[in-house]
């Protein structure tokens, strides 16, 4: 690629700025004027970018040259909006590019990214460039429906249910569901998620509907020797995405500027805890996040990285903690996970952290008194329902005995369940 091209970042209908490749394989993100002069009226990219109820830091941040550009990758922001791992690597391969090269893959991918971002040549048809519908014959063949970006590292796809029918061609349509097949390297996965998930909402936990589904459901799914055979798939509604349309999301490695394999550095929940504290959904978000985190050390979620926590902006100049998503009990699978993806009050052990390690996380936040106390009851309801709830889950979804059984083992070696 020796030209330079330029693609419009549209937030909904607003234009944002324009992400420019040049052919020196440097991406620059420039905001746009008139973006900035809408002033208290801005709709917000990324926190990243903005401090809600603070104009003039909020301008500042958004001429602030730093994190907008990047050598063959895009800048941070953008390149958190890309898959990692299979996806990735199926789509690149369709381009017939590098992988590494995601200004290509950002131009592929932008009438379909997570959230409300939109990315299009500034060239595009006007259809187009607004998102809206478009018939099969203008799909690149190519992609044979893989026209779409997911985070994360598992094999998933955007689909779009229709009654009990799921299909991967949407037609330039927009998924509603998110589907991950049963996958050969871990045995029973969809299982044990949709357990773990259907756990989660006993406990009180911000879950979006999920589902077992079989593969006769589902159309349009590419060949993969991967598959396990006989196995039900996974499926879980899309927050991000609605009868109206797209609803704005960002994942906090956007958040704070890292890069997706920066997921589990720099950050702890001390930090994505002050963030909801000071710029999004306040103390509803802490009681969240208590109940969250409670649960991951109950059930052994060893994986809750950053880009497993994701704003949600309902509304447009002020977030809130999106719904939980990607939550399993990953202990069922190795004997090495034996900590908290995080750190939280300076602790990372499953076995060393009890409810004095809520209290102290959430002093670090800056809560204190009657209103920490109730944090931590948050934590301790939230894990008590959990335990109380989850080998009937496990049951229902039909994981294997031993998984199951290696879970308990975990709960028994647990301080925390003392406090229960």
């Given at each position: 690629?020796?030209?330079?091209?330029?693609l419009e970042v549209r937030l909904h209908d607003t234009?944002?700025?324009?992400?420019?490749?040049?052919?020196?394989?440097?991406?620059?993100?420039?905001?746009?004027?008139?973006?900035?002069?809408?002033?208290?009226?801005?709709?917000?990219?990324?926190?990243?970018?903005?401090?809600?109820?603070?104009?003039?830091?909020?301008?500042?941040?958004?001429?602030?040259?730093?994190?907008?550009?990047?050598?063959?990758?895009?800048?941070?922001?953008?390149?958190?909006?890309?898959?990692?791992?299979?996806?990735?690597?199926?789509?690149?391969?369709?381009?017939?590019?590098?992988?590494?090269?995601?200004?290509?893959?950002?131009?592929?991918?932008?009438?379909?990214?997570?959230?409300?971002?939109?990315?299009?040549?500034?060239?595009?048809?006007?259809?187009?460039?607004?998102?809206?519908?478009?018939?099969?014959?203008?799909?690149?063949?190519?992609?044979?429906?893989?026209?779409?970006?997911?985070?994360?590292?598992?094999?998933?796809?955007?689909?779009?249910?229709?009654?009990?029918?799921?299909?991967?061609?949407t037609g330039g349509r927009l998924g509603n569901y998110?589907?991950?097949?049963?996958?050969?390297?871990?045995?029973?996965?969809?299982?044990?998620?949709?357990?773990?998930?259907?756990?989660?909402?006993?406990?009180?936990?911000?879950?979006?509907?999920?589902?077992?589904?079989?593969?006769?459901?589902?159309?349009?799914?590419?060949?993969?020797?991967?598959?396990?055979?006989?196995?039900?798939?996974?499926?879980?509604?899309?927050?991000?995405?609605?009868?109206?349309?797209?609803?704005?999301?960002?994942?906090?490695?956007?958040?704070?500027?890292?890069?997706?394999?920066?997921?589990?550095?720099?950050?702890?929940?001390?930090?994505?805890?002050?963030?909801?504290?000071?710029?999004?959904?306040?103390?509803?978000?802490?009681?969240?996040?208590?109940?969250?985190?409670?649960?991951?050390?109950?059930?052994?979620?060893?994986?809750?990285?950053?880009?497993?926590?994701?704003?949600?902006?309902?509304?447009?100049?002020?977030?809130?903690?999106?719904?939980?998503?990607?939550?399993?009990?990953?202990?069922?699978?190795?004997?090495?996970?034996?900590?908290?993806?995080?750190?939280?009050?300076?602790?990372?052990?499953?076995?060393?952290?009890?409810?004095?390690?809520?209290?102290?996380?959430f002093f670090r936040i800056g809560v204190r008194d009657?209103?920490?106390?109730?944090?931590?009851?948050?934590?301790?309801?939230?894990?008590?329902?959990?335990?109380?709830?989850?080998?009937?889950?496990?049951?229902?979804?039909?994981?294997?005995?031993?998984?199951?059984?290696?879970?308990?083992?975990?709960?028994?070696?647990?301080?925390?369940?003392?406090?229960?």
């Open positions: 690629m020796n030209a330079t091209r330029t234009l944002v700025g324009y992400l420019t490749h040049y052919p020196d394989e440097k991406t620059v993100f420039v905001v746009d004027d008139a973006y900035l002069e809408l002033g208290a009226r801005r709709p917000i990219l990324s926190l990243s970018m903005a401090r809600p109820g603070d104009a003039t830091r909020t301008e500042a941040m958004l001429r602030d040259e730093r994190h907008k550009s990047a050598s063959v990758k895009a800048p941070p922001f953008f390149s958190n909006l890309l898959p990692e791992g299979g996806l990735r690597t199926r789509i690149a391969q369709s381009l017939k590019v590098d992988e590494s090269r995601e200004f290509l893959l950002l131009a592929a991918l932008g009438h379909d990214l997570p959230g409300a971002v939109v990315l299009s040549s500034i060239d595009t048809p006007d259809h187009l460039r607004r998102g809206r519908d478009v018939s099969g014959s203008e799909a690149d063949e190519e992609l044979a429906g893989l026209r779409f970006s997911l985070g994360g590292m598992q094999m998933k796809f955007s689909m779009l249910r229709q009654g009990e029918r799921y299909t991967l061609n998110i589907v991950k097949p049963p996958v050969r390297d871990f045995e029973a996965l969809p299982r044990v998620e949709a357990a773990t998930m259907a756990t989660a909402r006993a406990a009180g936990v911000d879950v979006p509907e999920v589902s077992l589904l079989p593969a006769q459901n589902i159309d349009g799914l590419p060949d993969m020797a991967g598959y396990r055979a006989d196995e039900p798939f996974y499926a879980i509604r899309r927050f991000d995405r609605s009868d109206a349309g797209r609803i704005h999301v960002e994942d906090f490695a956007q958040v704070f500027n890292l890069r997706p394999q920066q997921k589990y550095d720099r950050i702890n929940y001390d930090m994505i805890g002050r963030v909801l504290l000071d710029y999004a959904g306040g103390l509803p978000d802490l009681r969240e996040l208590a109940r969250r985190l409670a649960f991951n050390v109950v059930m052994g979620n060893g994986d809750a990285h950053i880009k497993n926590w994701s704003l949600i902006y309902d509304d447009p100049l002020r977030p809130r903690l999106a719904p939980a998503y990607d939550l399993v009990a990953t202990v069922a699978y190795t004997a090495h996970d034996v900590a908290i993806a995080l750190n939280m009050a300076g602790v990372k052990r499953f076995d060393a952290i009890t409810l004095d390690t809520f209290a102290a996380l009657r209103t920490r106390d109730s944090l931590v009851e948050e934590a301790r309801d939230a894990g008590r329902k959990a335990l109380a709830a989850w080998q009937e889950h496990f049951a229902a979804a039909a994981v294997p005995a031993h998984l199951v059984d290696k879970i308990a083992r975990h709960q028994r070696a647990l301080p925390l369940v003392k406090n229960f």
